[in-house]
């Protein structure tokens, strides 16, 4: 059985809420305890302490709960529910307040408290917490180098809340963003959620001068097309020639009926028209 954390307290006509044990899931004073499921909100805090203080009913009523601290790879999936429950590891039984600590260092954790009371199990969980211990990582920019107005740099952080060029919140393009000069200095400050902040001061001078065109290569040139080649005449006879393509005559004197002209061979040759020749040898 689901009981949310605003109806722990809850007065109400039924026996089973009205002996429903208060679970108190704190940060600080407030109590974070609410019910299962559902999408999970986030604190972000920027070092490794207490998550949360747990208790059942006021720190001396000596109710039995158990705890399991889950570190959640997936918080757009939401909070487990009821149903997911049995699959946790409760650890052993608590009668008196305890303080949850992250144990699996840096990540996303939710407190999961079980009551056991009067036959019937009450459920509750806490809000989430990111515990973040690292500094922004910039990287391409170095401090105190000289740099033309332009140069791309990269921030690297899992809970990146900002980036400052000169005061100036900067968008990044493709990843990266892009060195400002004012004069000729350049400070860039990265921060996260967890308020941990970066910075890095350059000096600027000129600006990223482009690359030039690498020249495009050239196209081939389409080859001439070649002659069509036909055969070598190499005996007496009629044949049907072509105007285009290039013949062989075989070794010998040549003549071709209707022309006076003797002919010598082992060259090649071209007809001037379409149509029947008679070669003798």
């Not at 307040?97 to 992250?102: A, V």
């Not at 100036?168 to 493709?174: G, H, R, T, V």
């Not at 921060?191 to 600006?207: L, N, Q």
């Not at 070794?251 to 149509?275: C, H, I, L, M, T």
Request: glycine share 10%.
């Amino acid at each position: 059985m689901t009981v949310p954390a605003s109806d722990l307290s809850a007065e109400s006509d039924s026996v089973e809420s009205a002996e429903a044990p208060e679970i108190f899931i704190k940060r600080g004073d407030e109590n974070k305890a609410c019910s299962l499921g559902g999408a999970i909100s986030l604190e972000y805090m920027g070092y490794q302490d207490t998550l949360f203080d747990v208790s059942v009913g006021g720190s001396d009523s000596g109710i039995p709960f158990y705890c399991h601290t889950d570190k959640v790879t997936d918080v757009e999936a939401g909070a487990k529910t009821e149903d997911q429950m049995g699959t946790l590891f409760w650890g052993q039984k608590e009668t008196s307040p305890i303080s949850i600590m992250p144990n699996k260092g840096d990540g996303c954790y939710v407190a999961y408290v079980k009551v056991e009371a009067g036959g019937q199990t009450y459920y509750a969980r806490s809000n989430g917490i990111v515990v973040d211990t690292k500094k922004p990582v910039i990287k391409g920019v170095e401090e105190g180098k000289t740099y033309p107005e332009g140069t791309l740099f990269q921030v690297e952080d899992a809970n990146l809340d900002k980036v400052l060029v000169n005061e100036q919140e900067a968008a990044p393009e493709n990843g990266s963003y892009k060195v400002a000069a004012n004069g000729t200095s350049c400070v860039i400050r990265a921060i996260d959620k967890a308020g941990h902040e970066s910075t890095c001061s350059i000096t600027v001078s000129g600006t990223v001068t482009p690359k030039p065109e690498e020249p495009k290569p050239e196209e081939p040139k389409p080859e001439e097309p070649k002659p069509e080649t036909g055969y070598t005449i190499s005996k007496s006879g009629e044949y049907e020639l072509k105007v285009g393509v290039k013949y062989h005559l075989a070794e010998g004197k040549w003549k071709v009926d209707g022309d006076k002209s003797v002919y010598q061979g082992g060259r090649d040759f071209y007809v001037p028209a379409n149509g029947s020749y008679q070669f003798s040898k």
